[in-house]
């Protein structure tokens, strides 16, 4: 029946795509030139085609016609963007060759929702935004220290909310079912109302919306299926208030939570053995309060944010604790098992306030001062199903990290001639950071060891400049030339040695090319860098550790530098046929050899190479029923694991994939039918080491999706 059903997709979508263009055609939507495209990149309002360095857009419209509820199945669209995800709401987000890896530190690539920040210190787990009712997504390539401060060493994405609308009532109702070959069926259902308050002066946007996410790993212990199966649930509200001419006040809240049974761990038969089971809940509430003041010649922004984040975390760990002597000791059945426990919450206030000039002159600034605070609490324990004592003992305190910081930042840009222009910038930016708390002694330990009191303290601070060169030499084009730094704190591990890493730093230049041609028929964008990454934080054990006895620590391990490039087209093939063309090249290796990595190595969890190819077209089925097709190619290289020390040298494998989607567009509803992973591809994505289960591409899905508007 799946392979029928499958069989049947495929050649509906093979058989309109050929056909298309024998159809009556229809004039496509007016294609959205580059020079009228506004984003807030730089944190004020400017036409794409002005902002100084590498940056993607992608619309509204372009996010509900590819049909993806979150960036992680669009990755590839956008050049060097990469996102390991073992779990729902367990993204690790890379940006030009800049890999997070599995042990601790801040995230590498800057996430944002409207204006508050949703990056969170050694959490290792990129918050999934869902993608509905979303205005635009401004992905940042290179290090935006500047403007968006500590973490932004690769990049920045920032993803825009649709405004409220003061003058007009709408609503939409969206759903969806779908098969996973070989494992679960799933559905979801969201729906979107906004409703102005007081015309021209108050409007309410709300966004809510449910996810049952199937599974397709078995236990092949307790013969359960599809055991990685989850649900999340979200709800934003938008509130505008316009009290004058020249205030705005917004008030965003945003809840989301995710339900995940197991992580996607699995062998290439999509079964593990599973002793224990490893679920996970991520639960986040966010509050951001942006007010916006024209004073004269001067904008006034302040943006107050909360966020209050919680996840719940079982690791299983059977596989590492399986040797001598640990078997014999706590787990001494062939049905024990070992798992790792944490639960940790952190508390995230912030407050950013900025003075903005207006666009009149040669001369426009930007300048600000920034307020983090980030109050943690974790408990972590070992968790044994043959065992009554522990191995390692668990950890009560504020680690990983408490942390303040603070920060100066400022820009300014002068036109040096009507085509050329100049911005330079700076972030003065300090951290305090401390880790309190108490380790719980070892199982192993004699009857009344005291617990360790851990009371880590460090400071660390930056200044992160950038300098832009613009030339508009035509109106629709332009050529940039860039050089910024991007910082990263260091922090603290969870073992005895060594307690502390060091931060790291990377200066990057890059030139690129954008504009349109052909009347807006080829848009493009080329950008040629080159980095310089210091002090590179990376994973490893401590000294005579094995896997069993130690956690994973961070370290800092020496310098990598190299080149990368990215590209991306559009073309209008025809009045309804467009290609969609894109490729994110890196070569960022280690220049010296460690004890963790030799020179030539390349960072851990990085592809090389990343590319997509999407064709889209519109047209009639008939008279006054127009339809859209659309397949979508993506591809990424091989990425490698290495721990030199540790006898560590694994890759995953490249990965391929195809999706496809086939629909009925009336005014006021629509209809899809869609597929991801045709090919059915089972490719390693996250590669396991000490005995743990790879990570790999779900399998093919085949779905149908409606969507109605009032």
């Known amino acids: 029946m799946k392979h029928s059903l499958a069989k049947w997709y495929l050649t509906s979508v093979a058989s309109a795509v050929t056909a298309m263009s024998a159809l009556a055609q229809t004039e496509a939507p007016e294609r959205t030139q580059l020079d009228k495209v506004e984003v807030t990149a730089s944190k004020r309002t400017q036409f794409v085609v002005d902002v100084p360095y590498s940056v993607s857009v992608i619309g509204g419209a372009e996010i509900a016609d590819r049909g993806v509820t979150d960036i992680q199945q669009m990755q590839s669209v956008v050049p060097s963007l990469f996102i390991n995800q073992n779990a729902p709401g367990a993204s690790r987000i890379q940006l030009r060759g800049l890999s997070q890896g599995v042990g601790y530190g801040a995230a590498l690539v800057g996430t944002y929702l409207d204006e508050i920040s949703l990056n969170m210190p050694d959490a290792q787990r990129s918050l999934d935004v869902p993608l509905v009712d979303m205005q635009r997504i401004e992905v940042l390539r290179g290090p935006q220290g500047t403007l968006y401060g500590d973490g932004s060493m690769g990049g920045t994405i920032r993803f825009i909310t649709r405004a409220p609308k003061l003058d007009k009532f709408e609503a939409q109702v969206e759903a969806g079912y779908g098969q996973l070959s070989g494992g679960g069926s799933g559905w979801r259902a969201n729906g979107v109302v906004n409703v102005p308050l007081s015309t021209g002066v108050a409007g309410l946007r709300l966004v809510a919306g449910h996810e049952d996410l199937p599974g397709w790993v078995d236990n092949s212990v307790t013969g359960a299926q599809d055991i990685n199966s989850a649900k999340r649930d979200y709800l934003r509200g938008k509130l505008l208030v316009k009290p004058s001419e020249n205030v705005d006040v917004t008030a965003m809240f945003f809840h989301t939570e995710t339900d995940t049974k197991n992580n996607s761990g699995s062998s290439a038969d999509r079964t593990i053995a599973s002793y224990i089971a490893s679920p996970t809940n991520d639960k986040t509430d966010l509050f951001n309060l942006v007010v916006n003041a024209d004073l004269g010649g001067i904008h006034l922004i302040s943006s107050t944010g909360y966020v209050d984040r919680r996840i719940d975390t079982t690791a299983e760990l059977s596989a590492i604790y399986a040797g001598y002597p640990f078997k014999t000791l706590v787990m001494p059945k062939p049905t024990s098992g070992g798992a790792y426990r944490q639960d940790m919450s952190q508390k995230i206030t912030t407050e950013e306030l900025r003075l903005e000039s207006d666009d ?103 200044n992160t400049p950038r300098l832009n060169l613009l ?67 990376a994973q490893d054990l401590a000294p005579g550790c094995t896997p069993a006895t130690c956690q994973a620590l961070t370290v800092n391990s020496g310098q990598a530098s190299g080149p990368g490039m990215d590209i991306t087209l559009s ?65 990424s290289d091989p990425t490698k694991m290495i721990i030199r020390n540790q006898g560590v040298n694994v890759s995953s494998d490249a990965v391929d994939t195809l999706n496809a989607r086939i629909g009925l567009e009336m005014p006021k509803w629509q209809v899809y039918l869609e597929g991801r992973n045709l090919t059915n591809s089972n490719s390693i994505t996250f590669p396991g080491i000490f005995g743990l289960p790879d990570f790999r591409v779900a399998p093919r899905w085949l779905g149908v999706t409606a969507r109605t508007q009032f």
Do not use: C
């Not at 307690?499 to 028929?521: A, F, K, Q």
């Not at 890196?586 to 050899?593: C, H, I, K, T």
């Not at 590319?611 to 519109?618: D, I, K, Y």
């Open 360 to 462: 009149k002159g040669p001369l426009t600034w930007t300048a600000g001062a920034y307020y983090r605070k980030t109050d943690t609490h974790s408990v972590t324990s070992d968790v044994w199903t043959d065992a009554t004592f522990r191995l390692q003992g668990g950890y009560d305190g504020n680690a990983p990290t408490n942390v303040r910081q603070t920060a100066l930042f400022g820009e300014l840009t002068y036109a040096l001639a009507p085509l050329w222009t100049v911005t330079g910038g700076l972030r003065s930016f300090r951290e305090d950071a401390e880790n309190v708390g108490t380790k719980l002694p070892s199982g192993f330990a004699p009857p009344g060891t005291p617990s360790t009191i851990y009371n880590d303290q460090a400071s660390y601070s930056a």
């Open 471 to 537: 030339w508009r030499y035509d109106p629709k084009s332009a050529l940039y030339l860039t050089t910024s730094k991007g910082f990263r704190s260091g922090g603290f591990n969870a073992t005895q040695t060594p307690r502390e890493y060091g931060p790291e730093d990377i200066l990057t230049t890059e030139i690129g090319n954008r504009g349109s041609v052909l009347g807006d028929r080829l848009q493009y964008e080329v950008a040629i860098y080159h980095s310089r990454y210091n002090n590179v934080q």
């Open 571 to 635: 073309a209008a093939l025809t009045k309804s046929l467009t290609l969609d063309a894109s490729l994110g090249y890196s070569d960022l290796v280690y220049d010296v050899n460690t004890a963790e990595r030799n020179k030539g190595d390349p960072l851990n969890y990085v592809p090389k190479m990343t590319a997509s190819v999407s064709l889209s077209q519109r047209f009639q089925w008939a008279p006054a029923m127009p339809g859209m097709v659309r397949l979508d190619y993506q591809h």
